[in-house]
């Protein structure tokens, strides 16, 4: 009898995901998508700190250096029900770093479709939409060039 299959790396990427596209959200439209919050006990309260942005030059293989640093908040929270979330956003805003780890919690949990359709589904379309329009902009500046031929060859 074979063990079953496990989808951890899929899990993890979709997880993944999921986090990254919380933490790109407005702070604000996070509040306004879920604006109560379910009981929950800190395990590490936001706190505010800074890390290191590093680069490369070329396309991603040249030799990595610093690009100077950024504001990040994180925290990790431990729902009533024993799941875990964790967050890390950009920027100094405790309540946007303290939804997103409920929100990561609530997605390991029962009610990770109705946060799928309630909070995630809205956000996606709203990035689409800005990146859509961000698109458009940049299609409209696009300069096209060409050159005659001169004929003396």
Partial sequence: MSAPVSNAASD????AATLSLLARAPGVRLATLLPDLPPFDWLRRPEVGAVMLRGRMGA???APFNLGEMTVTRC???LADGTVGHAAVQGRDKGHA????????LMQGED????ETA???PLRAEEAAR?????????ATKVEFFTL???ED
């Avoid at 993890?12 to 997880?15: D, E, H, I, Q």
């Avoid at 303290?98 to 919690?105: E, G, K, L, P």
């Avoid at 990146?131 to 299609?139: D, I, P, S, T």
């Fill in 12 to 15: 993890t990427s979709a997880r």
């Fill in 60 to 62: 991603g293989g040249g």
């Fill in 76 to 78: 990790a929270l431990r």
């Fill in 98 to 105: 303290t939804r997103v780890a409920v929100i990561d919690a």
């Fill in 112 to 115: 990770a479709v109705r946060i």
């Fill in 119 to 121: 909070v995630l589904a």
């Fill in 131 to 139: 990146r859509r329009l961000r698109a458009e902009k940049a299609a």
């Fill in 149 to 151: 031929v001169r004929g």
